[in-house]
């Protein structure tokens, strides 16, 4: 083995945060740029054209959710089984909106009718925003916790609803989740798009980094001092297959704050979301999209790694049962297979990435009204 089972473990909590990352920053744009669509799009060609700038991407950017999702299932079985089970009803809705983004891109136009048109212009818009709230739910209930717990023989028993999910905090990082990416999404428009969109896009990005920074803000002052946070107080050595019942944790207000209290420098990271957002907002207000959707890029990354610093080694806290919480160290496959699937994913990786990257190539320069009716064929 190159490396040890604790060195295995924190690698793929590592490669998983990656491929979160990467569909955020990927498919996010998609996700903003739908949402801001019919409000961008004032007439007929103007939405063909902010359709046009998202539509050849959308397919290739969720080869990151399909990843992530295989990569969950191998890696972390026990969380996928809770993920797929407790937050089902939560998934399946997302996965009906997503069922309208193929279809919205490549029928909306197929008829002249502009009742038609438009439906479908309002069903991407939910295929934009239920994906961004949803996932921004969920990340606000694994802060909190999730109601499970196990069995002597680690069967699951999840003691939660769907309505339990929309509680007021995880509603809240809903909201952060879809200022996020509207900004996102907008600083792109911005720099694909041609006529009166991008003076409507800048807007769009100030209007929405505004909500995203006092969000943020507010979420991570409600985490530290009006939600539990979770800690370990022991658990059996890293080196060995451990069953998350062999540890003992507990929940205590403020414990998400202590990976900070302990590297210091971990402040940076949600300092830089902030800061990245105001540099956003400065480049698209001084016409440099290129820098703003770079920065807007780092804010979302930022962002993640601002919760997920806060969590680690937690990965789904039990608000039931503490100990019986998933962690990084107990909630892993055995080493062989950790091993295996690195190597599976130092090959597949480089394809992903190239294959994300020949998308983007796909489309180059500006989409204009010219552009969508010179040809027909291949504009949506």
């Excluded at 491929?19 to 007439?43: C, N, Q, R, W, Y």
């Excluded at 397919?59 to 959710?65: F, P, S, V």
């Excluded at 830089?272 to 804010?299: D, E």
């Excluded at 190239?354 to 190539?361: E, I, K, L, M």
């Amino acid at each position: 083995m190159i490396f040890d089972y604790p060195t295995l473990k924190l690698i793929w909590w590592l490669f998983i945060g990656g491929l979160v990352i990467g569909f955020a920053l990927s498919d996010g744009f998609d996700l903003g740029a739908e949402m801001l669509l019919p409000f961008l799009g004032k007439t007929d060609d103007e939405r063909r054209i902010i359709i046009n700038a998202v539509g050849f991407f959308h397919e290739g950017n969720l080869t990151w959710l399909v990843t992530l999702g295989g990569t969950l299932l191998a890696v972390w079985p026990a969380v996928y089984a809770l993920a797929f089970s407790g937050f089902y009803y939560a998934m399946i809705l997302t996965l009906f909106t997503f069922f309208l983004r193929p279809v919205g891109f490549h029928y909306r136009s197929k008829h002249d009718n502009l009742r038609w048109r438009s439906c479908w212009d309002w069903a991407l818009f939910a295929g934009g925003l239920v994906p961004a709230l949803i996932f921004g739910i969920m990340f606000g209930n694994l802060l909190q916790g999730v109601p499970f717990s196990f069995d002597r023989d680690m069967r699951s028993n999840y003691g939660g609803s769907f309505v339990d999910l929309l509680n007021p905090f995880a509603l809240l990082i809903g909201l952060v989740s879809i200022a996020m990416l509207v900004m996102h999404g907008a600083v792109y428009l911005q720099r694909k798009t041609s006529g009166a969109i991008p003076a409507r896009a800048q807007r769009a990005v100030l209007i929405s980094g505004a909500v995203f920074i006092a969000g943020f803000i507010c979420a991570g002052i409600w985490s530290i001092y009006a939600i539990d946070g979770y800690r370990i107080i022991s658990m059996p050595p890293l080196d060995m297959e451990a069953r998350p019942l062999d540890k003992v944790a507990m929940k205590e207000t403020g414990a998400w704050l202590l990976n900070y209290q302990r590297y210091p420098w971990l402040w940076l990271i949600p300092a830089l979301s902030v800061i990245g957002t105001f540099i956003a907002m400065a480049a698209s207000a001084a016409q440099r999209p290129a820098i703003a959707f770079i920065s807007t890029s780092a804010v979302l990354t930022c962002a993640i790694f601002t919760a997920a610093a806060a969590m680690f080694p937690f990965i789904m806290p039990s608000s039931t049962h503490p100990s019986h919480s998933l962690t990084v160290w107990d909630a892993v496959s055995s080493q062989h297979s950790l091993m295996n699937m690195f190597w599976a994913m130092v090959i597949l990786m480089p394809v992903i990435l190239a294959y994300t990257a020949w998308t983007f190539r796909v489309l180059r320069g500006k989409v204009t009204a010219e552009s969508i009716h010179a040809d027909e064929h291949n504009s949506y």
